[in-house]
Each structure stands twice: as structure tokens, then as C-alpha cells.
């Protein structure tokens, strides 16, 4: 196009000579084609009626004082809207997902299915390939269509409003304890409507169909006993 564009100007340039021009100029950018989605089907938002059935992930965005961007991979269960996991790092491309789902696996166990948007992350091959070794289902919500995971996005706004807009964190470790705590709190002392105005733990214990042995071994969010912070301070500092 350039090349025809400069002849009807009466430059008589040839076409070799217009691209290495047209090149040492570093105009040569690829055009960014929009990655093509395969077609999603509306999956009905079903409440489990057991832990494990269904979880909910999502990336959240912020800033530390110094500027710097964050990211935050927030992973909850379904069945009682129990805080399974908040990741916080600079980055988090889908290996690293794979990496926080295999410990969360290990520790809590293996759900039937996994619900997220259409993040890149989320549609990379690796995490297929992942899902396909272990027999998870991945829903993949429609695009645009954030009420089709509507249990996740009800907890990052409840994640924003008390923690990531309420502080201003100087430090990724700084905001992994905090966060650390309040999911403590968010899962054992905080009464949620929409299960009775019980919490996520005691809603667990009633309604999960755990034995009486499992109730008392079943893996719910525990403190980091390997940290050096003052956790009672923490806590305290999280419910005020």
C-alpha cells in the first residue's frame, strides 16, 4: 500500500527500496488479531449441594503504595462461598495457576469443576492439559457475561471494599498476611446471608454431609503458623 501510495505521489522508489526504508523505520508491526473463542454455552449457576463439587476462581487488580501493579487470584468453593486461596504476586500467568490449584488440590482435594471467565490464563493449553490429566471440568463462562459467575464476583467486591480499597499496602508480604487474615475471618467469623446468616465453616459442618470424623479432619483455611507476624494482632486489627 505505501509503495502505490508514493508512486501516485511521483516518487519513483521501488518497492525494495520503500520496504527497507519501511522497515529500518520499524513500521513493520503485525497487525494483532483478536484471539477467536470457541462458542460458550451458558452454564446454569447450580448450588453444590456437597464441598468440592464446584469451584469459583478470578483475577483482581491493584496497586502497592509505590505504584507498582499487582494481581490477586482469589479461589473460592461453591458449596458454602469458603475462601480456598487468595494468591498475590506481580504476576500470575497460567503455569503459576496450575502450580496454586496442584498445592490447593493436594491440600483441600480434587473438584468436579472449575468456573472462570475467558481470561488467557484461564484458556491457555497447559491448564487444559491439566484439567484433562485430572478429570476436571473447566466452564468457561460467555464472554462479557460476568453474572454467570456471579458467586466469585460477589466475593471480589467483598475483597475490594474491606481490604484492597480500605489500605495501602507498602509490600506484597505485607498484603498476603492481611489478606491471609481477613480470609480467616471472612470464613469463620463472618455471617453470610445468603447461607442462613451462618459462616462459610459453620455451614460446612452443618449442611456438607461430613462425618463426624471428617468434620474434624475435612481442611478449611488455617492460619500460617510459619509466619513471624503477630496473628492474633492481625486478626484484631481485621474484625475492627
Known sequence: MMYHRLRK??????HKRVYRVYTLMRL????KRKKRLPARVKEPLLC?????????????????????TLRTLNVIDDFNREVLSITVDTSLPSQRVIR??????DWRGKPDAIRSDNGPEFISV???DWCEINGISWIHIQPGKPTQNSLIERFNRTFRQDVLDSYMFDN??????????????????????????????EFLLKYGKLSALNQRQFPTLQQDNNSNSNWNSLVLNVAS
Not at 505521489?9 to 521501488?14: A, G, T, V
Not at 498484603?175 to 455471617?191: D, F, S, T, V
Open 9 to 14: 505521489l511521483q516518487y519513483i522508489w521501488n
Open 28 to 31: 513493520n508491526l503485525r497487525n
Open 48 to 68: 453444590p449441594i456437597y464441598p468440592n463439587v464446584t469451584w469459583s476462581l478470578d483475577f483482581m487488580h491493584d496497586t502497592l503504595a509505590s505504584g507498582k
Open 100 to 105: 496454586e490449584l496442584e498445592t490447593l488440590v
Open 126 to 128: 497447559a491448564l487444559s
Open 172 to 201: 506484597l508480604a505485607e498484603l498476603r498476611k492481611y489478606a491471609l487474615a481477613w480470609a480467616w475471618m471472612y470464613n469463620n467469623e463472618r455471617p453470610h446471608a445468603a447461607l442462613g446468616y451462618r459462616t462459610p465453616v
